[in-house]
């Protein structure tokens, strides 16, 4: 399967779901219209993608882990809505439309984002096949509400908010990094393989690995938006630099942090090689991210 098909079964599940969910719904219709929007704008899809994927290379059915795919999407979604805020990154625009506080006003967005977080654990909870086990359920539960939460994408937008107009070490970078946006990548993979039944040998590999493609994608959106117009971003293009922000280019310059992204591609590569799996859509994924790495 390609990943424009893969995208195409997750947004048909997505519209499902909510249109589901928000039945009789009137008192709080504008919530899940809120909710709806930012989820269904579309994007890349590659936490969703992933998780399916490495789902489908350790023998689960697609479909049975599509509510899992769809959770992440959904917490993807809270983290975007709550990082456009004019208290957070103060962004306009998001996959080339205008951002949820802009279109609904910033206490509707607020809340449509904290309703994002429950919502995706019910989804979980309520379509989890009855072959997988109580115990699996709820450590998979237990993985996404971990990364939604305070050990997880908060406390990633929380470091990156504190570390504004200040000269922070690479450490810190890094913890940013780990988190807001590396945290997502990991329960996906991990989510994944757990929901598939791999053993502790191949999950430690796959969390490697989770780590690996955090940190190269943090390091590619830190070079697309030196490189890429607002156009070709779908958000505003230059804000890292117009804000002061450190990033990976800010520290090291565009040549070697292009580097270190090639550099976590080969070691990805690797990993994957060592666990035995090609993937198409493994290397689409990383095709992409080169293509526009290279411009």
Request: hydrophobic share 40%.
């Amino acid at each position: 399967m390609k990943i424009d098909e893969y995208k195409i079964l997750i947004q048909e599940s997505l519209k499902k779901y909510f249109d589901e969910y928000s039945r009789n719904s009137s008192y709080s219709s504008e919530i899940w219209e809120s909710m709806a929007y930012t989820t269904l704008l579309g994007g890349k899809r590659l936490r969703a993608v992933m998780c399916l994927e490495i789902a489908k290379l350790f023998g689960a059915d697609i479909n049975d882990v599509m509510p899992l795919a769809c959770s992440l999407e959904i917490m993807h979604a809270y983290s975007l809505i709550h990082d456009d805020l004019p208290s957070m990154d103060n962004d306009d625009i998001r996959r080339g439309k205008p951002s949820n506080h802009k279109v609904f006003g910033e206490a509707i967005a607020t809340l449509a984002g904290d309703a994002l977080i429950s919502f995706g654990a019910q989804l979980i909870i309520d379509k989890m096949p009855k072959y997988i086990s109580p115990e699996c359920t709820l450590d998979i539960v237990r993985d996404y509400l971990l990364c939604a939460g305070a050990k997880g994408i908060v406390a990633g937008q929380c470091a990156d908010i504190k570390a504004e107009n200040k000269q922070i070490n690479i450490e810190n970078l890094k913890y940013i990094h780990k988190y807001k946006t590396g945290a997502l990548f990991k329960c996906a993979i991990l989510m994944g393989g757990k929901f598939a039944k791999v053993n502790k040998e191949i999950l430690t590999k796959l969390a490697l690995y989770a780590d690996n493609f955090g940190v190269l994608f943090q390091v590619y959106d830190d070079i697309i938006d030196c490189i890429l117009t607002t156009d070709e971003l779908g958000k505003t293009a230059g804000k890292d630099k117009l804000e002061n922000k450190m990033t990976y280019v800010s520290v090291y310059g565009l040549d070697k942090a292009k580097n270190i992204f090639y550099s976590l591609v080969d070691e990805n590569y690797a990993i994957l090689e060592e666990l035995n799996i090609k993937s198409e859509v493994f290397d689409e994924i990383y095709g992409m991210l080169i293509k526009k790495v290279k411009k």
